[in-house]
């Protein structure tokens, strides 16, 4: 089997061409923070929006910058993120052996998949993951922020928390295995509100209380299954950054709200 899953938002979602994406993902890191006098440790986890990168990149890009301390040691990311165009039930698998960008391929970790495929809620649906863009959006900032890995890409449809939460425990590793949840956050709301309704949101995830509804994060599913593991294994959230397409794109009438949140281990957030 030799199955590669081609770009489908190349172009639209992100610059098509190598070079221009490159740059501009590079320009996004550069501009997401100023370099810690100390290499920061890596979170284990992160949640990042996915919309086009004109509206989220810079904010997704403050949860990638943060990643630099771990670029050697990184060697699989879990990537779960919901579907929004085929419908699903459970976790899907792309049935892929690579995901192919402008930047490259990435390889997909078949040691990894074989150890959650038997699960129930995991399947196999090369539809879900055909056309959908919340997964194919951050690999381009894996690519240029990490060295070598592999990646475990879930498109979750109809699931549960606690369904996601077994198969993250299954590949949780160590500080060799990152979990990346892709969700934006309220979506068509008028400025204003959008803005008090994330805040709301980012309230509960900081507070770990996963208990998000899909009015809240369109990635509500994964993101509670984070939390729930992330409670289990004791880990701190931060928040990186919170705006929303009114604050990047101009547009303050109907908006779509995007936050960047770190989980790290309780060792590796200070004093």
Same mark, same amino acid.
């Given at each position: 089997?030799?199955? %590669?899953?081609?770009? #489908? *938002?190349? /172009?639209?979602?992100? $610059? !098509?061409?190598? +070079? ?62 919901? %579907?929004?165009?085929? #419908? *699903?039930? /459970?976790?899907?698998? $792309? !049935?892929?052996? +690579? ?62 928390? %606690?369904?996601?939460?077994? *198969? ?5 590793? !160590? ?77 303050? !009438? ?18």
């Amino acid at each position: 089997m030799n199955q %590669v899953r081609p770009p #489908a *938002v190349a /172009g639209a979602f992100y $610059p !098509g061409q190598a +070079r221009v994406l490159a740059a501009s993902v590079m320009k996004m890191l550069v501009g997401a923070a100023p370099a810690p006098a100390a290499p920061a440790p890596a979170p284990k986890a992160i949640i990042v929006p996915h919309a086009g990168y004109v509206y989220s990149g810079s904010t997704a890009a403050k949860a990638y910058a943060r990643l630099a301390s771990g670029r050697g040691t990184i060697r699989r990311v879990v990537l779960l993120g919901p %579907v929004h165009r085929v #419908a *699903v039930r /459970g976790l899907a698998l $792309p !049935g892929a052996d +690579r995901f192919a960008t402008p930047l490259g391929e990435v390889e997909v970790d078949h040691a990894a998949v074989a150890r959650i495929e038997h699960l129930p809620q995991v399947c196999v649906s090369a539809a879900a993951h055909a056309m959908e863009h919340s997964l194919e959006v951050q690999l381009p900032f894996l690519q240029s922020v990490l060295e070598d890995f592999k990646l475990v890409p879930l498109a979750v449809g109809d699931a549960t928390p %606690v369904e996601v939460a077994k *198969v993250l425990e299954v590949l949780w590793g !160590g500080a060799e295995t990152l979990i990346v949840i892709s969700s934006d956050l309220s979506h068509y709301l008028s400025y204003d509100r959008a803005r008090a309704v994330d805040a709301a949101t980012v309230r509960d995830i900081l507070g770990m209380h996963p208990g998000l509804d899909h009015e809240q994060a369109c990635g509500a599913t994964p993101v509670n299954g984070l939390l729930l593991e992330a409670l289990r294994h004791r880990l701190h959230p931060e928040l990186l950054g919170l705006c929303n397409s009114g604050d990047s794109a101009g547009d303050k !009438g109907r908006v779509v709200g995007y936050a960047s949140i770190a989980f790290l281990p309780e060792t590796g957030h200070g004093h």
